[in-house]
């Protein structure tokens, strides 16, 4: 079964903590990307991967790291610099640049900084 | 720089009411456009897609037609459900950003 899994669901970090959230696909897709959403808000891009070993920022990188060692997996790391980082993170990737090709998106994973 | 603009929400309907959700554009070249929808506490998933211009993209009683004099890409439907009520964004996609532009979303609550 073919699809995009983030992990966990749900997690909470202290403030000034570092926390890694995962993102595999199975998809054998070429591109992966990284979303913020805030309640009642769009999406607003962190960073994506158009092939493994490189990966450029988004509109909202800083606060935020990430790496791409292997084609299935771009894990996202919000580290401490990042002021406010409670939100709802989307992970979602696609076949490659083909302008055609939509994007498949993981189910999530809501941090909450306590 | 590309841009999509989506009609505000929230939009409240009574079940078998008429849906238009407005988009439009601004892209250089010739983008792509979908329209995606999120249900509560998921990830998005494609609803429908159109490739070039006079494109019609349709599925589950939605469509949407891609309108290059108008920049547009309005989302219909006929007759809604209160299974529709989610958000709805609609994104479009350039070859040469290598990456997706997304509207805003508009929340659609349909009454029963």
């Known amino acids: 079964d073919g699809g995009i899994t983030q992990s966990p669901k749900y997690l909470f970090r202290k403030e000034g903590q570092n926390v890694t959230l995962s993102c595999e696909q199975n998809?054998?897709?070429?591109?992966m990307y990284w979303y913020r959403q805030d309640p009642g808000q769009g999406l607003r891009l962190i960073y994506y991967?158009?092939?493994?070993?490189?990966?450029q920022k988004g509109d909202i990188a800083e606060g935020y790291s990430v790496s791409r060692e292997k084609k299935e997996s771009f894990p996202l790391t919000v580290t401490s610099a990042q002021k406010n980082p409670t939100a709802f993170y989307l992970c979602?990737?696609?076949?490659?640049?083909?302008?055609?090709?939509?994007?498949?998106f993981g189910p999530g994973t809501r941090l909450t900084v306590l | 720089g590309n841009s999509v603009t989506q009609m505000e929400g929230p939009v409240t309907l009574s079940e078998e009411a008429f849906l238009t959700i407005n988009c439009t554009y601004t892209?250089?070249?010739?983008?792509?456009l979908f329209w995606y929808v999120q249900y509560p506490g998921e990830g998005l998933q494609l609803l429908l897609k159109?490739?070039?211009?006079?494109d019609k993209g349709s599925n589950k009683g939605f469509e949407a037609t891609y309108r290059k004099e108008t920049t547009s890409f309005h989302l219909e439907k006929g007759s809604v459900q209160v299974s529709d009520s989610a958000v709805y964004f609609c994104?479009?996609?350039?070859?040469?950003?290598?990456?997706?532009?997304f509207g805003d979303g508009t929340t659609l609550t349909v009454k029963p």
């Open positions: 979602a990737s696609s076949p490659g640049q083909n302008s055609y090709n939509e994007q498949f």
């Open positions: 998809l054998n897709h070429d591109a």
């Open positions: 991967s158009q092939i493994v070993n490189d990966f």
């Open positions: 892209a250089t070249g010739y983008p792509s």
């Open positions: 159109a490739t070039k211009a006079d």
């Open positions: 994104a479009l996609l350039n070859t040469n950003a290598g990456k997706s532009t």
